[in-house]
């Protein structure tokens, strides 16, 4: 699973899928190969004390996209940190800065667990379209299968 988030686009963050904290919800690709199909994932982080990511000056027209695995450690206490590194489009007025330094995402959570579509979709350059996404996975379908877990 920690792979998952390498080349990843961050369709949204999501605190509304109870009883988890907090949930990345991606279009993550098949393979690491140009123009790979994407599927839909959802991490799911509980038991979340801290958050850091860095946005200054970004804007998200695209979204924001993953470029590393997921590395943990523990952090004491029953945490786990969490980090992957994201590229975040960073504007100079309103021109797009070619300097796009990648940021480090870090969660401190006591769990991270995954879910995945099964099927797969071509992506643009906005990663999956939302009808595409739901189609792949609805929020109730991986919701039941993670409580069926």
């Given at each position: ?12 963050i999501r605190w509304d899928v109870v009883p988890w904290g907090l949930v990345l919800d991606l279009d993550a690709p098949l ?119």
């Amino acid at each position: 699973m920690s792979a998952v988030t390498v080349d990843a686009r961050v369709a949204a963050i999501r605190w509304d899928v109870v009883p988890w904290g907090l949930v990345l919800d991606l279009d993550a690709p098949l393979s690491g190969a140009p123009e790979a199909p994407m599927r839909r994932v959802w991490l799911l982080f509980s038991g979340v004390s801290e958050v850091s990511w860095p946005i200054e000056e970004a804007r998200l027209p695209n979204g924001c996209w993953l470029t590393s695995a997921i590395a943990s450690a523990d952090a004491g206490g029953g945490f786990r940190e969490y980090r992957f590194t994201s590229l975040l489009p960073r504007f100079a007025g309103d021109v797009l800065s070619r300097e796009q330094p990648p940021g480090v995402v870090v969660i401190r959570a006591q769990r991270l667990d995954g879910v995945a579509s099964i099927e797969a979709h071509p992506a643009n350059e906005h990663g999956v379209p939302w009808r595409e996404r739901v189609r792949l996975a609805s929020d109730e379908e991986l919701a039941r299968v993670l409580e069926a877990t």
